[in-house]
C-alpha cells in the first residue's frame, strides 16, 4: 500500500510558475515509477510527467520545455516544477506511483491558471 500526498497546487496568472510535490508513504521497498498526471474540467485524466527509479522521464508534448519533474529517492517524494504557465494547464493535478506495476493516486491538488 502506497499513500500520496500532493501540495502545492493553487492560482497563478498565465506566465507564471508553481512547483508540486508529492510525499509517498507506506509498505514498500522501492517506488518504480512516480509522476503526475492532470485533469481538466469535462476531459479525461492525461499524463504529464513521470520518472522511473532510475531517471528516466516522460513528458506530455503540452509539458516539454516547460515543466520539470523531480525525484527525491531517499525521502520517497517527487516534485513537478511547472514554469510558462498557461489557462490551458488548468485542472487538479494527481501524483501517481507504482509499485511492481500496482499503482496508488494521490487525492489530488488543483492548480488554476488565470489569463
Known amino acids: 500500500q502506497v499513500q500520496l500526498v500532493e501540495s502545492g497546487g493553487g492560482l497563478v496568472q498565465a506566465g507564471g510558475s508553481l512547483r508540486l510535490s508529492c510525499g509517498a508513504s507506506g509498505s514498500f521497498f522501492r517506488l518504480d515509477v512516480m509522476g503526475w498526471y492532470r485533469q481538466a474540467p469535462g476531459k479525461q485524466r492525461e499524463l504529464v510527467a513521470t520518472?522511473?527509479?532510475?531517471?528516466?522521464?516522460t513528458y506530455a508534448d503540452s509539458a516539454k520545455g516547460r515543466f520539470t519533474i523531480s525525484r527525491d529517492f531517499v525521502k520517497n517524494t517527487a516534485f513537478l516544477q511547472m514554469s510558462s504557465l498557461k489557462p490551458e494547464d488548468t485542472g487538479v493535478y494527481y501524483c501517481?506511483?507504482?509499485?511492481?506495476?500496482?499503482?496508488?493516486w494521490g487525492q489530488g491538488t488543483q492548480v488554476t491558471v488565470s489569463s
Open positions: 501517481y506511483a507504482e509499485v511492481r506495476a500496482f499503482g496508488s
Open positions: 520518472m522511473t527509479n532510475i531517471g528516466r522521464t
